[in-house]
């Protein structure tokens, strides 16, 4: 029978190695949302660019249209480069969790030193720390790929629009 004055709930550790697993997957999610846009954008922009040299043959709303569709284009790849490398720098000391704070130790003897050094609650100072700087990645990823979804849906706005005024104007 299990000690009526022990805590059924959760440890603070277990609670950060969930938060980091949690921040991980959203992390990954991202990505593949990214890589849809991007790919999308390419339906769009090759026709985009094997027109564009009608566009001297158009009136104003085909030139505006497209262009603007090209502008949108290019701001779009760059959200997309944004959210699949966001350049983000963890904060806080040296983590002993972060494939990166672990690569700065001189050797492998180092590293275990450094981590037995600690107490199992700066242990997971560490590990809530990484959870917290993994948890600003895939926030940064998800707006970033937020801003390419919504480039995306004005370019293709912009792209039908300037396409069926090419077409109507040839």
């Known amino acids: ?12 550790k277990e609670f950060f190695e969930k938060a980091l697993t949690a921040a991980g997957e959203w992390t990954r999610f991202a990505d593949p949302k990214a890589l849809g846009v991007a790919v ?6 090759t026709d985009l660019l094997k027109y564009i040299g009608q566009l001297y ?3 104003w709303l085909t030139i505006v249209c497209l262009l603007g569709a090209l502008l949108l284009a ?26 990166g704070g672990i690569a700065q ?6 590293y275990e030193r450094v981590v ?10 560490h590990i809530a720390s990484q959870a917290w700087n993994v948890a600003k990645v895939a926030n940064a990823k998800h ?10 849906l004005e370019f293709l706005a912009l792209w039908a629009v300037g396409r069926v005024a090419l077409y109507l104007v040839s």
């Not at 029978?1 to 603070?12: F, L, V, W």
């Not at 999308?40 to 922009?45: C, D, I, S």
């Not at 130790?105 to 180092?110: A, H, N, S």
Request: net charge negative; proline share 7%; aromatic share 18%.
């Open 116 to 125: 037995k050094e600690k107490t199992p609650q700066e242990l997971e100072s």
């Open 74 to 99: 290019v701001l779009t790849l760059f959200f997309v480069t944004r959210a699949l490398f966001p350049r983000l720098e963890p904060e806080g000391p040296r983590s002993l969790y972060y494939f």
């Open 40 to 45: 999308f954008l390419g339906f769009g922009a």
């Open 1 to 12: 029978m299990a000690n009526e004055n022990e805590d059924p709930g959760i440890s603070h």
């Open 57 to 59: 043959y158009g009136f």
């Open 143 to 152: 707006q970033r790929t937020q801003w390419a979804y919504r480039c995306l």
């Open 105 to 110: 130790f001189e050797d492998l003897e180092e």
